[in-house]
């Protein structure tokens, strides 16, 4: 089998082990959810479309964001079976640190 023949067989295995990683840091993504679920018909909010004041407000959610990542610090056993705990963890710490 040539190198290239090989390689075109490898790819899709690679790009499929690859994570995908948000351009938007962890924080910022989970204060907008907070602020969307306050605002939303689709959630406990009254508006029908919320994008612009998630947009607006997000930020006065950034507190409670944070309290949600530092509740995750720890997972729960279900979390614990499925993956590698001290890398969670890390990852949470990380997403932390970045906010300080």
Same mark, same amino acid.
């Not at 407000?57 to 950034?62: G, L, M, P, Y």
């Not at 309290?67 to 979390?79: G, I, K, S």
């Given at each position: 089998?040539? /190198?290239? !023949?090989?390689? $075109?067989?490898?790819?899709? %295995? +690679?790009?499929? =082990?690859?994570m995908?990683?948000? +351009?938007? &840091?962890?924080?910022?993504?989970?204060? &907008?959810? =907070?602020?969307?679920q &306050? /605002? !939303?018909?689709n959630?406990?909010?009254f @508006? !029908?479309?919320?994008? #612009?004041?998630? #947009?607006?407000s997000?930020?006065?959610?950034?507190?409670?964001?944070?309290?949600? @990542?530092?509740? @995750? &610090?720890e997972? #729960?056993a279900? %979390? $614990? !079976?499925?993956? #590698?705990?001290e890398m969670?963890?890390? %990852?949470? +710490?990380? $997403? @932390? +640190?970045?906010? $300080?």
């Amino acid at each position: 089998m040539c /190198a290239e !023949s090989f390689q $075109a067989q490898v790819q899709p %295995m +690679e790009e499929h =082990l690859t994570m995908p990683v948000s +351009e938007t &840091r962890i924080v910022e993504r989970i204060a &907008r959810v =907070l602020a969307g679920q &306050r /605002a !939303s018909v689709n959630a406990n909010g009254f @508006l !029908s479309s919320a994008g #612009d004041v998630v #947009d607006e407000s997000w930020r006065e959610h950034v507190d409670d964001a944070k309290a949600v @990542l530092h509740t @995750l &610090r720890e997972p #729960d056993a279900a %979390m $614990a !079976s499925a993956g #590698d705990v001290e890398m969670w963890k890390g %990852m949470v +710490e990380a $997403a @932390l +640190e970045a906010e $300080a």
